[in-house]
């Protein structure tokens, strides 16, 4: 058995700290509402608010400007990466390919080479195109593989160690992006990464807190422990320099030999090998089978505006589309930004678009019925039986069913001087993913086949139905809700936006729209702006500190609504092309804005 070269082992060196506090203000946006939300029943405290919960908004920040370019992501170091690639005459194509890179260095918690996401691309005057490089099912998967002989769930078995892990699909995916769409060698998009995991980069404080979320994890995997702890075993501080030595000869490897190093080469049997050693399922084949796919977008139309998005093996395209179709026929700007009327108005087209994902599944094993979704008679029916002064129980909608995601991903959004633009989001699905590293590859990977329904029909840890049409099968990709999108008129860029955030994905990526499209609000303000989601079930409307109005809450309490007060969520990374609002001339051709509700994320202009 092929192990990687013993190079010396991963570790940290005690540097400079840096005082990298966020501090977080009331603010105000035009028509918003900053007051506290009325106590009311408290959800569970979400995963990806592993920062300092945001008060009453967000201090005032301008977008960030650029005349050739932007890269925008949750790690600011990779979001220089991706400005410095375009520096040097890459594209977006080879820039998005660096950040993908460099994330797996910098934001090892979600960025990946051993996982798996989508990417929507779009060039001035040409199709847009649509690269699905998710994690695939082993072959030697089954329907009930995380079932006992009772048939209930086996906990945890799908979330951590080699059982989880599906097939990664990130190298491959972004390799081919380089060659096809590219211009730079593997080398040269590569390099950045390789210099920040040899020579370490500094931990700031978002890069502390989210390591801090898995050090009982790291404690516990020799290989982890390794990399992400100090020698005493306790946790790494802001100051400290992180250094990863052997994700840097992985990532060498790729760049001399490409895709096959990982996929047929030293590194595939390195898995492997960890893999059938501890109860996983991966084997050689599963690899070398490994191809990303390329499909056609969704595409609908919001105010004159085409927004593109995921397709299926992604819910998240269809709910998003079939909000904006229900909510086109409103006049959401008259109605005012997050007033009673409006949010009343998308509360309901929420619930009813996610009632709507039952059967949604990889459409290389299911029929989706996307064209009856997306029909805008339907929309127009739907509307009409939306009430616009009483909540419509959800219990009176066809049952839904979704499945249990994780909300800890990442997305980053880059434009070239041409207009050339590109949305991605990847992840390892849980933070760090299964929680393993095979030998001495120094990357996590991921806990991707928790995304299934481990036993169709029952209800999962969260309360959430398991679908049929998302049940495991070899080589079958696993239902997600993200959501990359690019908005465009006349066959031009005009907003590219995604988010981390599980099944919220498509609310987020919504509030982002509606600000810029309906509210005019600039890219930072839509992207700071308090956000609130219904998805069915729960019945209550999830909602954000300052999202609702003690007055509007009132209102809308009387009409039957109720809302669950919760901890910051999603990472939308957006770019807004010619001016920092819509229709708006700038002095720069793109404005950046980057979620600020968690530290560590930045956009660079180019």
Known sequence: MMHLPRRHSSSFHNG?????????????????????????????????????????????????????????????LASDVGAQILAKGGNAADAAVAMGYALAVVYPAAGNIGGGGFMLLRQPGKPAVFLDFREKAPLAATADMYLDAKG?????????????????????????VRRKWGRLSRKAVMEPAIKLARDGFVLAEGDVALLNTSTKDFQVSPEARAIFLRPDGSPLQVGDKL?????????????????????????????????????????????????????????????????????????????????????????????????????????????????????????????????????????????????????VPSSTLKEGEATPEKHETTHFS????????????????????????????????????????????APNMFGIVGSKANAIAPGKTPLSSMSPTIVSRDGKPVLVIGSPGGSRIPTIVLSVILGVVDYGLDIQQAIDLPRLHQQWLPEAVEVEAGAVSPQVQGTLEHEGYRFSPHAPWGMPEGILVGGPKLGEKGTASYYGGYDRRHPGGGATGE
């Not at 949010?343 to 929420?350: G, N, S, V, Y």
Request: glycine letters at 10%.
């Open 243 to 391: 250094v990863q030595t052997d994700l840097a000869h992985s990532l060498e490897l790729v760049a001399q030999q490409g895709p096959d190093a990982f996929y047929k080469g030293p590194i595939a049997k390195t898995i492997v090998a960890a893999s059938q050693k501890n109860g996983g399922l991966l084997q050689l084949a599963d690899f070398e089978r490994y191809t990303p796919r390329q499909l056609t977008p969704l595409s609908c139309q919001y105010r004159g505006y085409t927004v593109e998005t995921s397709p299926p093996p992604s819910g998240g395209g269809i709910a998003l589309c079939e909000i904006l179709d229900i909510l086109s026929g409103y006049d959401m700007h008259a109605l005012g930004l997050h007033t009673a009327p409006a949010l009343q108005r998308e509360i309901e087209a929420m619930r009813h678009a996610y009632s709507d994902r039952r059967g949604l599944g990889d459409p290389a094993f299911v029929q989706n019925p996307v064209q009856h979704l997306l029909d805008p008679t339907y929309a127009a029916d739907v509307r009409s039986h939306i009430p616009t002064d009483i909540a």
């Open 152 to 176: 209930n769930v086996i906990p945890d078995q799908s979330i951590t160690g080699w059982k989880a892990v599906a097939v990664p699909g990130t190298v491959a995916g972004l390799e081919d």
């Open 16 to 76: 400079l700290r840096i005082a990298g506090v966020m501090l977080l203000a009331c603010a105000t946006l035009p028509g918003a509402a900053y007051a506290q939300s009325a106590p009311g029943p408290q959800s569970a405290p979400d995963p990806l608010a592993y920062g300092k919960d945001q008060p009453n908004g967000l201090p005032p920040l301008a977008p960030t400007s650029g005349k050739h370019g932007m890269a925008v992501s949750a790690q600011k």
């Open 414 to 457: 880059v434009i070239d001087k041409d207009g050339f633009a590109i949305s991605t989001t990847y992840t390892l699905n849980g933070w760090f993913g299964a929680k393993v590293i095979a030998g001495n590859t120094g990357f996590f990977l991921n806990d991707e086949m928790d995304d299934f329904s481990a036993k169709p029909g």
